[in-house]
T-cell receptor, first 114, second 119 residues
Framework: EADIYQTPRYLVIGTGKKITLECSQTMGHDKMYWYQQDPGMELHLIHYSYGVNSTEKGDLSSESTVSRIRTEHFPLTLESARPSHTSQYLC?????????????FGPGTRLTVL | AQKITQTQPGMFVQEKEAVTLDCTYDTSDPSYGLFWYKQPSSGEMIFLIYQGSYDQQNATEGRYSLNFQKARKSANLVISASQLGDSAMYFCAMREGPSTNFGNEKLTFGTGTRLTIIP
């Protein structure tokens, strides 16, 4: 069973607020990812990291930013939330040499911006 | 062009019957991996099964099997003896490039199939 955690699970917030979505994993995985998923739709990669101090933008443009100061922690920040940011955000991690290099996902954060 | 295509937005299947979820993919890379994930209503993504492009045999994991037809670029998921707990969204995903290369773990997902098991 994967040990990857996301907080908060649900967040309702007003326009213009700064928010940080937390993601932590206890598996020592080097690679971590953030996906955005609208209800009933596919996942889109918005950020990923190869390891500490490494961050890259994904295939879908996003106004969010990420940081990777510790291996186990990969937070996502929105400086000024807008209604268009309403979505589910899923964090994942993977590690070369572990099984099929499959990505293990956290439970997600459902964000609603009013 | 879509890299992963799932043509069944929704399916209804009687409990205990087998079900096939379709997935076709598009890549020019000879080395790739195909994944199936299950997403219950709670939102998390659960890894089900993996097929590598060079694997000679179709992957199997318990009640899940993957019908891999390389020439047709299809990787259909077969669930045998369906159960009520199988009701969920199912996503097919692809990694292009060999898994041993640095940074090649990015996945492209299809739009998913919502499977509903009827008692």
């Amino acid at each position: 069973e994967a040990d990857i955690y996301q907080t908060p699970r649900y967040l309702v917030i007003g326009t213009g607020k700064k928010i940080t979505l937390e993601c932590s994993q206890t598996m020592g995985h080097d690679k971590m990812y953030w996906y955005q998923q609208d209800p009933g739709m596919e996942l889109h990669l918005i950020h990923y990291s190869y390891g500490v101090n490494s961050t890259e933008k994904g295939d879908l443009s996003s106004e969010s930013t990420v940081s990777r100061i510790r291996t186990e922690h990969f937070p996502l920040t929105l400086e000024s939330a807008r209604p268009s940011h309403t979505s589910q955000y899923l964090c994942a991690s993977s590690h070369k040499g572990v099984s099929y290099n499959e990505q293990f996902f956290g439970p997600g954060t459902r964000l609603t911006v009013l | 062009a879509q890299k992963i295509t799932q043509t069944q937005p929704g399916m209804f299947v009687q409990e205990k019957e087998a079900v096939t979820l379709d997935c076709t993919y598009d890549t020019s890379d000879p080395s790739y991996g195909l994944f199936w994930y299950k997403q219950p209503s709670s939102g998390e993504m659960i890894f089900l099964i993996y097929q590598g492009s060079y694997d000679q045999q179709n992957a199997t994991e318990g009640r899940y099997s993957l019908n891999f037809q390389k020439a047709r670029k299809s990787a259909n998921l077969v669930i045998s003896a369906s159960q009520l707990g199988d009701s969920a969204m199912y996503f097919c995903a692809m990694r292009e490039g060999p898994s041993t290369n640095f940074g090649n773990e990015k996945l492209t997902f299809g739009t998913g199939t919502r499977l509903t098991i009827i008692p």
